[in-house]
């Protein structure tokens, strides 16, 4: 689990988290090891409220040292590719950089308390981490315009109904529940895991019919796996599987 961890500043993002940050997504794209990875934040006001406008510098150095420089862009989610499911569990404010962070997951569940916004149009910048993107592929175009011009929010039962969350729960209940869903996806077969993630986020982008393809080459692929052939042998067994990624 990754905890976004500064609740007295509604764990708003500052240098030293955002270095932080870069490190925790290096580890989860690269550890074989980690299968599921639940997000959240400290206490229960807020998930995140994106960076600390009081404690973040200008920029050093040229954005084009970044963009094309050896260490590459520097945006907030940067490094953080993979195909391991993420899960955020909004407690709370999801404003700014935090909601694109929960953008950024495959799963999102949210508290009844929970807030959703990019509100960078208000302190004359626009989301730079993926929210211009992601938000109209979830929710549509016409509420994410409206989200990103007016800097407005919405609630946790608008969130559920516009399918930015998929599941609305009291605050005490939301990491329980994140957990239990965690701990299901880690119990099936990393492989099948792996390619449904890879197949979504390839596909949503294709045509249909490559989309397609795509799922059928994988389908083959997986067909072909010792954890397939494990799958079938504990349920005609009665068992639970016991499957080792390959």
Not at 49 to 59: H, I, Q, R
Request: glycine share 10%.
């Amino acid at each position: 689990m990754i905890t976004l961890n500064r609740p007295a500043k509604l764990n708003s993002i500052d240098p030293v988290m955002r270095k932080e940050l870069k490190q925790v997504w290096a580890s989860v794209s690269t550890d074989p090891d980690i299968r599921v990875c639940v997000l959240t934040g400290a206490g229960t006001r807020s998930f995140c409220t994106g960076s600390d406008l009081t404690a973040t510098p200008k920029p050093d150095r040229a954005f084009a040292a970044d963009l094309f420089g050896a260490n590459g862009t520097d945006h907030l989610l940067a490094g953080l590719t993979t195909e391991v499911p993420l899960i955020a569990a909004v407690n709370g404010y999801a404003i700014g950089g935090g909601l694109e962070i929960a953008l950024a997951c495959d799963i999102r569940l949210a508290s009844e308390n929970a807030q959703f916004g990019l509100s960078e149009v208000r302190v004359g910048s626009i989301p730079g981490a993926g929210g211009t993107q992601r938000l109209p592929r979830i929710v549509g175009r016409s509420l994410a315009m409206q989200m990103m011009l007016t800097g407005d929010r919405i609630g946790a039962d608008h969130a559920l109904r516009a399918g930015l969350v998929s599941e609305v729960l009291p605050s005490n209940e939301l990491l329980p529940r994140a957990t239990a869903i965690a701990e299901r996806i880690a119990d099936n077969a990393p492989l099948s895991v792996r390619a449904i993630k890879r197949l979504v986020q390839l596909g949503l982008d294709a045509p249909l019919g490559t989309a397609l393809q795509l799922e059928h080459a994988a389908f083959g692929l997986i067909r072909d796996t010792a954890d397939r052939a494990e799958g079938r042998a504990a349920f005609t067994e009665g068992r639970p599987a016991r499957y080792t990624g390959r």
